[in-house]
Nanobody
């Protein structure tokens, strides 16, 4: 069962924008330190942006000033606003978070299934 579900990917022209969403399933009490990663074709998965456990944010140098990560704690949802997209941003984008189920005291690392972002004219 997929616990984190990404949406919002697609095909966009260079210079365009997309907003990705990652929503936790209803069985999850809370998500911690959520973040976005991406895997370009033929390359390894890399950090794009993430919240730290303290609530601050980290960004890959390649996306600073263009991408913004945000979250809605009440909805257990994390977003990635991507602006001024370039072909180098083409990748499968994955959401990751430490999740806690209702009634549990244990956090489990969990990945979403990924959403494709293609930047091309």
């Amino acid at each position: 069962q997929v616990q984190l579900v990404e949406s919002g990917g697609g095909l966009v022209q260079p210079g365009g924008s997309l907003r990705l969403s990652c929503a936790a399933s209803r069985s999850i009490f809370r998500i911690y330190a959520p973040g976005w990663y991406r895997q370009p074709p033929g390359k390894q998965r890399e950090l794009v942006a993430a919240f730290t456990s303290g609530g601050s944010t980290n960004y890959a140098d390649s996306v600073k000033g263009r991408f913004t990560i945000s979250r809605d704690t009440a909805k257990n949802t994390v977003y990635l606003q991507m602006n001024r997209l370039t072909p180098e941003d083409t990748a499968v984008y994955y959401c990751h978070a430490d999740i806690r189920y209702y009634g549990s005291t244990v956090n489990l690392g969990s990945w979403g299934q990924g959403t494709q972002v293609t930047v091309s004219s």
